[in-house]
């Protein structure tokens, strides 16, 4: 009678609830490292997009410098006109006359969830190097997710047109 009980024990099909709470563990563990991955993949996919937004700026900023007459080209900025405001302020002494061609400070960024909206300041600086060249540095100042700040900078060379 022993040696039936003993053989029906040992040829039970099925898991135990040791092994299901260990397995259940390992899933959790699991879960739990993709959802982080994927909230940090998220993050630096966001740091990238106002990055990019930023670089466009500076090469919307460049092009326009570049178009305009040589004599033109001097030190200015661009900011928004405030925390949540739309546009820059066109009252600035600095401007030149085609102020409108240069970049809006006030950026949309395409993101998974939506669309957010980054304020970027703007600022070039211009040094006469030679006699008909002028260097222009272009600082776009752009937050980041986490609350920080980043500078993107450019350089760009205006040559006088004889």
């Known amino acids: 009678m ?28 699991s879960v739990l490292g993709l ?13 990238n997009e106002v990055r990019n937004d930023a670089v466009k700026v ?8 570049l178009s ?9 900025g661009l900011a928004a006109q405030g925390p949540s405001a739309s546009g820059y302020n ?20 395409e993101e998974t969830a939506g669309t957010t909206t980054a304020n970027y300041t703007i600022n070039w600086e211009v040094t006469e190097i030679a006699e008909s060249v002028k260097r222009v540095d272009i600082n776009v100042q752009y937050p980041m997710p986490d609350g920080g700040s980043n500078t993107h900078t450019a350089v760009v060379y205006k040559h006088a047109t004889f």
């Open 58 to 65: 500076a090469s919307e900023v460049a092009e326009t410098l």
């Open 68 to 76: 305009a007459p040589y004599e033109e080209v001097e030190d200015c």
């Open 35 to 47: 959802t982080a991955l994927t909230l940090q993949s998220m993050q630096v996919n966001r740091q």
């Open 2 to 29: 022993e040696r039936a009980v003993s053989k029906r024990l040992s040829s039970d099909k099925g898991i135990s609830f040791i092994e299901v709470l260990f397995a259940t563990g390992i899933m959790t563990v």
């Open 90 to 109: 066109n009252n600035n002494p600095c401007l030149p006359e085609n102020y409108a061609m240069l970049p809006d400070p006030v950026q949309d960024a």
